[in-house]
């Protein structure tokens, strides 16, 4: 297993061998319409093109933004994007097909299990037909074990034969998929029950036939929680990396305040902000199980935690920015 998911893997992305000998790819968030032209466009596609191997449209490919024709969604905004990265050689994951909790899915009402499932895999289809020329990989499983209040998933209300259904479905559609499970909060010692639930739920699926090109931790860290614990990190990745198949942190972020707040971060927040990305940068490269790191964001204009972002509003790089690009020069020489 570990060298077919190898193998699938090292097709998310072209990069020369790094210094030490190792593949890694460094990859971000964006929102497609940031790609269409304008002087904001053409500073997005400047640092993408300069620094990054891989883009996730943050929210155009979920089912809820999927058709809409408005300011923020538009299948313009992802056909530009989807061009214009494929024709920089940049690859694209899609985010995502299955979303763990049905609350948060649209169209989903208690009742209509069967009926939801038929809309459902109608929308797959249209969506990878429509994108599969330009992506191949995607979060197949998202927040499979959110656990924060959900009780309706996915997978408790479809069978596993209606999950492997789905599988093949999308590898018939696009035989070099590469299909991966992401979650959040597992990197946390506060989420140590979540860190078992999602073994558990990874290991369910393996044993019952769906196939995981990749495992991903989204890697969302808040200055509240306080100093880094890498020893519990560095745990954890061993843990998983039992499974034999290579770990991607799909949304990194270290981040101060609320979701969308802006916040003018001290001197002394910055500098810790700037020291911990790069202890978490380095944390994740060292280990031999960690293919890659995927920012959720990079500029403070379009990220869902402005205090996160590497570039500010004005579209100055901050520390942390700084520490990125020398993180990355020192890899990549």
Not at 130 to 140: A, G, H, I
Not at 189 to 216: C, H, P, T, V
Not at 268 to 273: D, E, H, K, S, V
């Given at each position: 297993?570990r060298?077919?998911?190898?193998?699938?893997?090292a097709?998310?992305c072209?990069?020369?061998?790094?210094?030490?000998?190792?593949?890694?790819?460094?990859?971000?968030?964006?929102?497609?319409?940031?790609?269409?032209?304008?002087?904001?466009?053409?500073?997005?596609k400047q640092?993408?093109?300069?620094h990054?191997?891989?883009?996730?449209?943050t929210?155009?490919?979920?089912?809820?933004?999927?058709?809409?024709?408005?300011?923020r969604?538009?299948k313009?905004?992802?056909?530009?994007?989807?061009?214009?990265l494929?024709k920089?050689?940049?690859?694209?994951?899609?985010?995502?097909?299955?979303?763990?909790?049905l609350?948060?899915e649209?169209n989903y009402?208690v009742?209509?299990?069967?009926?939801?499932?038929?809309d459902?895999?109608?929308?797959?289809v249209?969506?990878?037909?429509?994108?599969?020329?330009?992506?191949?990989?995607w979060?197949?499983?998202?927040?499979p074990?959110?656990?924060?209040?959900?009780?309706?998933y996915?997978?408790e209300?479809y069978?596993?034969d209606?999950?492997?259904?789905l599988q093949?479905?999308?590898?018939k559609?696009?035989?070099?998929?590469?299909?991966g499970?992401?979650e959040g909060?597992?990197?946390?010692?506060?989420?140590?029950?979540?860190?078992?639930?999602?073994?558990?739920?990874?290991?369910?699926y393996?044993?019952n036939?769906?196939?995981?090109?990749?495992?991903g931790?989204?890697?969302?860290?808040?200055?509240?929680?306080g100093?880094?614990?890498?020893a519990?990190?560095?745990e954890?990745?061993?843990?998983?990396?039992?499974f034999?198949?290579?770990?991607?942190?799909?949304?990194?972020d270290?981040?101060?305040?609320?979701m969308?707040?802006?916040?003018?971060?001290?001197?002394?927040?910055?500098?810790?902000?700037?020291?911990r990305t790069?202890?978490?940068l380095?944390?994740f490269?060292m280990h031999?199980?960690?293919?890659?790191v995927?920012?959720?964001?990079?500029?403070?204009?379009?990220h869902?935690y402005?205090?996160?972002?590497l570039w500010d509003?004005?579209?100055r790089?901050?520390?942390?920015?700084?520490?990125?690009?020398?993180?990355?020069d020192?890899i990549r020489k």
């Amino acid at each position: 297993m570990r060298v077919l998911c190898c193998c699938l893997l090292a097709s998310l992305c072209t990069i020369a061998t790094t210094a030490q000998g190792k593949h890694f790819y460094m990859g971000c968030a964006v929102q497609a319409r940031h790609f269409c032209d304008s002087a904001d466009s053409l500073f997005i596609k400047q640092v993408v093109r300069d620094h990054f191997d891989i883009v996730t449209l943050t929210n155009d490919l979920k089912w809820n933004n999927w058709g809409k024709e408005n300011k923020r969604f538009s299948k313009t905004y992802i056909d530009h994007a989807l061009q214009w990265l494929k024709k920089n050689q940049v690859k694209v994951k899609g985010h995502h097909i299955v979303w763990g909790p049905l609350k948060k899915e649209i169209n989903y009402r208690v009742g209509f299990e069967e009926e939801y499932f038929h809309d459902f895999l109608r929308h797959t289809v249209e969506k990878i037909e429509y994108t599969r020329d330009y992506v191949n990989t995607w979060d197949f499983l998202n927040h499979p074990v959110e656990l924060q209040g959900y009780s309706d998933y996915f997978d408790e209300k479809y069978s596993f034969d209606q999950l492997l259904l789905l599988q093949d479905t999308l590898k018939k559609l696009l035989p070099s998929a590469n299909l991966g499970i992401n979650e959040g909060g597992i990197l946390s010692k506060i989420n140590f029950r979540k860190r078992g639930a999602y073994y558990q739920k990874i290991e369910d699926y393996l044993a019952n036939g769906i196939d995981l090109s990749y495992i991903g931790f989204m890697g969302h860290f808040h200055d509240t929680a306080g100093k880094i614990d890498t020893a519990y990190i560095h745990e954890t990745l061993d843990i998983f990396s039992e499974f034999e198949i290579p770990i991607v942190i799909t949304e990194f972020d270290y981040r101060f305040g609320e979701m969308a707040e802006k916040i003018k971060l001290s001197e002394a927040q910055l500098l810790r902000q700037a020291k911990r990305t790069r202890l978490l940068l380095d944390l994740f490269y060292m280990h031999p199980n960690v293919a890659g790191v995927i920012l959720w964001g990079f500029w403070e204009q379009g990220h869902w935690y402005p205090s996160a972002a590497l570039w500010d509003q004005s579209k100055r790089i901050k520390p942390n920015g700084e520490v990125l690009l020398e993180f990355l020069d020192e890899i990549r020489k």
